[in-house]
């Protein structure tokens, strides 16, 4: 165990720290900071061209294998990387599903001719992608898909037809990946099939969902025969499930720590105001904001612990299994703890009629992250079945 | 000894519970939430002419009903389950509370007839900017001079301060702190020198305002009672006003719990309903906890309150009951509200669901007038440095 | 609803203060506050002397209807009578068992002729008893009783063969009542039947159990064919649930305001300690003692709630079934900050080599509470399916 | 950066896991805690003689095998999970490390060599009776004259104090306050005027005595570097020893969530495992979080304390680490260890199940230099209170 980075590591990071010094300022001073989490519909516009001007620099795609191409970075790098990039304030990426889902699952799972198809688009900015996995009524029994596709032989097209819900970006995106009932007689996680559907198309409409905070992140998206090319499938028929779970497991990756250095900034946040309204002379508060400070801590060693692929008793499995319900909880928390360091202020909104503050948005969106992705139920019966080998639910005698 | 509500309670709390439904329903709340005043004013009306519930705890002699805090209690339950939006919180538990705790009798004589018999509304500011709750947060000024008692600064989180027509001020003459040289001033809305501003807010059914005073005169009548040592009097009102506000908790973390409990025995995944999944159980058993406790606290509070009202007991008593309702109601409101949140999942996340309104009005009213670790620190103090 | 207690109670109250003031003096000096959970094996014999004491002034079975021998307090002055014993320190009462339990369930459902035989004894602190419910290997699932009661008509006994666990007092004990299965064939809560059963006799064999304080106040009870007189059941055969899940109902009735008082006396004690080592000015644990103080308040609001008959809403259901686990998490809670207002000093024990201190004992003890009488588990699952309609867990379709 | 065991640091924890399942059994540990020593003389021997274990990281040149803090950190996670009962963490994570820290070199070369090649014994000694983990709580005092130091006063809650042949002993100078005026001395445990006194804990497996001075002299050359200002010294030795006593921790959290899965798959109630309801399962899974989170916690502050004792580190790095090792791992293993009799149910509250050793160890180590709640007090004054 070392903590230390090596000396090329270090002139990396020097090497990504200067460019984003050089590059994040101008006209994209105003995006910093902005467009993460219950944030992603501000500055679109502006988040695109950053998104490009990343691409030129070559600083999209950093993980991806060099031959599909990406940079091909060291897991130390990785981390420098988004290390730097939280830390100078870049905004939330407008193509994340794009390089963080997308690329990957096809990398692992795609033909050829869709890495050649699709990859080039999303290093460079180009094609925005957003996701169909849950559906209402579904919820967390995620294999429980009832949107269907069916092979049309005249046009050489599949048909998707259904409902899928908290797609977020959707208005923005250019292609959707959506599971679907290939096999209408199936159940369950059999008979899915996993389609790369282009969103310009009639039979496609999205419909913004109002969430809690007055604001519209999320998307109804139904589809009404929407065409899908036939060589727009991932994998066969039937594939549907081991894609969708392979993909799951890349949320788990190196931009887990980037998600933490927006976390640290949110912290820092909260802290300066503290500081300044007498908070941080209140003995529950100063205890609790030392709990946020331990739980970030501890959260990125659990993340290193990961990444360095620490496998002695099986942990790699465990320090990553517990990832979503250890960060979920501590987000939910620090909301909570900023709206209590404000105090009364709290309540005060930026404008009238309603827009919220940015730690509003923060209490008020992180109850979200409890429940997408797999809620912290669902997230404890996998960590108890998985990891520990506790017995699954019995199946009901009756349904 | 007796803990339970009276036949005539009981009916009161079933004739607000239907009127409330008939009124303050899920529409009606967002219409009111989104409009300047916060209220809907042809509800006001009813309330005041039909119900005539703003004059619950008003003396029969000067118009009122002359019912006790229990009653009281019953109704903010009910409003509290409703999300009711209307200044009876500000006008009856605010400043009809202030004016019964340190008005003179002239005071009290002249402005609860006029709240009782015209539906005039009131509300208490005291506060400035930052998030202390106590009497350090005062720092609105009062200055004596020959030609009368002179207003100057900016209260915050002054609830109602935008709609109310009775203004009841504390301030502190100039160059007192701490507990010291306070003093409570009726003031009314349109005096020269007061100009409010309606903030919005997270919580949209509880409207605040700043309210500005600059060198607004007070008539010497409208000088309450012990003016300059008002302190123990603020106090005292601040803790009716807080038995009250955990009447609201009260009826919401009831309410959200009623709501989760119906979606989960309905809602079906994997194969059956989720409510028979022992998380969802097992959090639903601790919220029902919560709930019936956040019941027993208040209830006993509001017990208290009344025996206050009524000459027979001490501040102390009512400032034990008060934070203790407090701290517990602020806690398992929000608690409970949480917990809905996460076990309805997806849906409770989006607008039209009403989930998020008692969520934020939890929230709301954790804060408002100190949250339990406020609460806490102040039963420390009684329980630990009291002198023996 | 009225706080104040009537002139007539309060008169009542009087002459309960005094009698203790009277007669808890002397020799009982000793064994004021002494004999609650956790050291109701200290004293012994002085407690048994001061049931006769309390017997003889007719402080037994107040609550008891006065056909029955017992003085048929009121509601008001039964929460009086608690509340002053449990004030002047009254020791654990050694009949405790037989007043609260064994007296209300032989009124409520025994025989004219088992009243007559066992009433007067336990009002006169003559007969001590214990109880045989829970069974190894059962632990939750009080149903699952094996302990057999087979008839034997030569000697016109019932004989009792089994084993019981939990016991307490049981070395003290005169009679244990004992939940067996009559229906050799039958499973779960038919066929069993409620015995009361002489502990003095061979085939009854009393092994403590060492618990994690060191000490011993419960203990296994093993029956081999003990005999039971014929007249000696409580019912008929198969009435045995019945009898059994009734008197679960008397745990909560108004001996609950002793309890708390108890508890009142226990916080009091910490209170004190804080105030001398200076953990009163550490913020932390003055949360901690003030969320005591609110606890409490509120379990005896609850409790008056309860007993004041709050029917509205079917609330009497409701603030009834959240006792147990209201008082067992308080109390577990209350140990806990007993050793965190001691700091260090909470781990020096009272005397070599394992004599625990009082608060010790209340730490390791209270984390029996909330597995007892029905764990924090089995209360919630109970609380979810009754007083809140939740469906049951559906029966597995295959064991 | 790589934040795992390498190969040799592997072979160490399996080695200590084997070598302990052997020696530190369940048996052997009761019969440890139920002697005066509380350990068994034989397995120090062995820890000394055969693993030599003792001299993880004392340098090589004094005869140790100068291993690093992730080592050592590895064997104790693996004594916690066994409740091993030795004076392994006196002698190398106090006084080890108070000599390293703190000796002068010709210190260092006497006496860790004689623990080295000996097996001597040694500890700390330094708070009064109390409840404070700081500065303040140092009340023995010293007393510079012309013949020499001598130190007054009585130590308490020394971990085996009634046995180790070594006292580093923590003073402050006659009037000084706060931590201002600490020295450290060197004292061995039968000079003149030293008497000890072993204390029952509830805690057996880990012994504590109380120490007593009267006028004890101190040859000069047993005066540790910086007497009079070695505060930040002694402050340096206690954040390695809480980095020690949360790996103790860790082994314990982890363990006891191993005993309770192993449990609760067997244990059958209502016709089927009691770890298939979700109840028990959740619970599990909250557990292996936070014993997941302690090791993660765990490993890091001993690569920072690695980082320091190779003089690459700073002392508030150091502090940080162990404060967040500290705070985190007494409530994880508190947490885990509640839970865990929770599940177990009955069975786990008899003396005969290892369950309330580990119960017990958890409570002792919680308290041990200092709650969550004291280090996140700590940890606040860094994060909130520092000059920028």
Redesign the interface.
């Known amino acids: 165990m070392r903590l230390a980075f090596s000396k090329d590591d270090e002139a990396f990071r020097e090497s990504i720290a200067s460019w984003l010094a050089e590059n994040l300022s101008g006209k994209f001073e105003k995006i910093r900071f902005r467009g993460g989490p219950g944030d992603e519909h501000m500055y679109f516009d502006e988040r695109r061209d950053w998104e490009y001007r990343l691409a030129d620099g070559g600083w999209t795609g950093v993980g991806w294998p060099k031959e599909h191409g990406g940079r091909g970075l060291s897991i130390e790098q990785q981390v420098i990387y988004h290390e730097e990039y939280a830390r100078a304030g870049g905004p939330g990426r407008v193509g994340h599903i794009g390089e963080g889902l997308t690329g990957p699952m096809l990398i692992a799972f795609g033909s050829a001719e869709q890495q050649q198809r699709f990859l080039p688009q999303i290093l460079a900015g180009k094609e925005l992608w957003c996701q169909g996995y849950s559906e209402p009524g579904a919820g967390s029994d995620l294999a429980n898909v009832r949107t269907k596709a069916v092979f049309d032989r005249d046009s050489d097209r599949w048909l998707i037809t259904g409902q899928k819900i908290w797609t977020s970006l959707a208005q923005e995106s250019d292609w959707c990946f959506v599971i679907a009932r290939t096999d209408p007689n199936s159940r369950g996680s059999r008979g899915l099939g996993f389609f790369l559907v282009p969103m310009d198309q009639p039979g496609v409409d999205i419909r913004p969902i109002r969430q809690l905070t007055g604001t519209s992140e999320f998307n109804e998206v139904f589809f009404d025969a929407a065409a899908c090319d036939a060589d727009c499938i991932v994998g066969e028929p039937g594939d549907g499930w081991k894609v969708a779970m392979g993909l799951l497991g890349f949320e788990r990756g190196v931009s887990t720590l980037g998600q933490q250095m927006l976390f640290q900034n949110e912290f820092n946040e909260i802290v300066a105001i503290a500081e300044e309204n007498g908070a941080a002379s209140d003995p529950t508060i100063r205890q609790r904001i030392a709990d946020a400070h331990i739980g970030l801590r501890i959260m990125r060693y659990n993340s290193m612990r990961t990444l360095s692929g620490d496998v002695g008793d099986g942990s790699l499995e465990k320090s990553a299994m517990i990832y979503k319900l250890y960060w979920s909880t501590w987000h939910r928390n620090l909301g909570n703890l900023a709206m209590d360091v404000l105090g009364p202020e709290a309540e005060i909104a930026e404008t009238a009629p309603y827009d919220l503050t940015r730690l509003q948005s923060l209490f008020l969106f992180t109850r979200a992250d409890t429940i997408y992705g797999g809620t912290n139920q669902i997230q404890r019966n996998i960590i108890a079945e998985r990891a520990l080998g506790l017995p699954r639910e019995p199946r009901p005698a009756t349904d | 000894?007796?803990?339970?509500?009276?036949e005539e309670?009981?009916m009161i709390?079933d004739t607000a519970a239907s009127f409330l439904a008939e009124v303050s329903d899920s529409q009606a709340v967002r219409q009111a939430m989104?409009n300047g005043a916060g209220y809907d004013e042809s509800l006001w009306s009813r309330i005041t002419e039909e119900m005539f519930w703003h004059a619950v705890h008003i003396p029969e002699k000067l118009g009122g009903l002359d019912l006790g805090y229990?009653e009281l209690v019953a109704m903010l339950e009910q409003m509290g389950r409703c999300l009711t939006c209307s200044p009876f919180f500000s006008t009856v538990c605010l400043g009809v509370n202030a004016l019964r705790v340190a008005g003179t009798e002239a005071q009290q004589k002249k402005y609860l007839a006029q709240i009782a018999g015209e539906g005039r509304t009131a509300t208490l500011a005291w506060?400035g900017?930052?998030?202390?709750w106590d009497a350090k947060s005062i720092d609105t000024t009062y200055t004596l001079t020959k030609d009368g008692v002179f207003l100057d600064g900016r209260l915050?989180?002054v609830t109602d301060g935008h709609t109310a027509d009775l203004l009841i001020i504390a301030a502190r003459e100039n160059g007192s702190s701490g507990e010291q040289g306070i003093g409570l001033f009726i003031v009314p809305a349109g005096a020269g020198g007061v100009s409010s501003v309606a903030?919005?807010?997270?919580?949209?059914t509880r409207k605040?305002a700043t309210i500005s005073f600059d060198k607004v005169q007070v008539d010497a009548a409208d000088i309450m009672r012990d003016a300059g040592d008002a302190w123990p009097l603020l106090s005292q009102v601040l803790d009716l006003a807080r038995i009250a506000t955990a009447a609201d908790q009260t009826g919401g973390a009831e309410r959200v719990?009623e709501m989760t409990?119906d979606y989960?025995?309905e809602?079906r995944?994997?194969?059956?309903?989720v409510?028979?999944?022992?998380?969802?159980?097992?959090k639903?058993?601790?919220m029902?906890?919560r709930a019936?406790?956040a019941?027993?606290?208040l209830?006993?509070a509001?017990?208290?309150a009344d025996?206050y009202l009524a000459g027979r007991g001490t501040d102390v008593m009512l400032a034990e009951a008060a934070s203790?309702a407090k701290?517990?109601c602020s806690e398992a409101y929000f608690f409970n509200a949480?917990c809905a949140?996460?076990m309805h999942?997806?849906i409770g996340?989006?607008?039209?669901h009403d989930?998020?309104l008692y969520?934020?009005r939890a929230?709301?009213t954790q804060?408002?007038l100190g949250?339990a670790?406020f609460?806490?620190?102040?039963?420390?103090r009684m329980?630990?440095?009291a002198p023996t």
């Open positions: 000894m007796e803990f339970r509500f009276s309670q009981q709390r989104a229990v506060t900017k930052g998030r202390r915050h989180y903030l919005p807010t997270m919580d949209q605040q719990l409990v989960i025995k809602r995944q994997f194969g059956r309903p409510g028979s999944f022992q998380a969802m159980k097992h639903a058993a601790d029902m906890l019936e406790s019941r027993s606290a209830y006993y509001a017990c208290v025996e203790i701290a517990y949480g949140l996460q999942g997806g996340f989006t607008w039209e989930l998020h969520f934020k929230k709301s804060q408002y949250d670790s609460h806490r620190e102040r039963l420390a329980i630990l440095d």
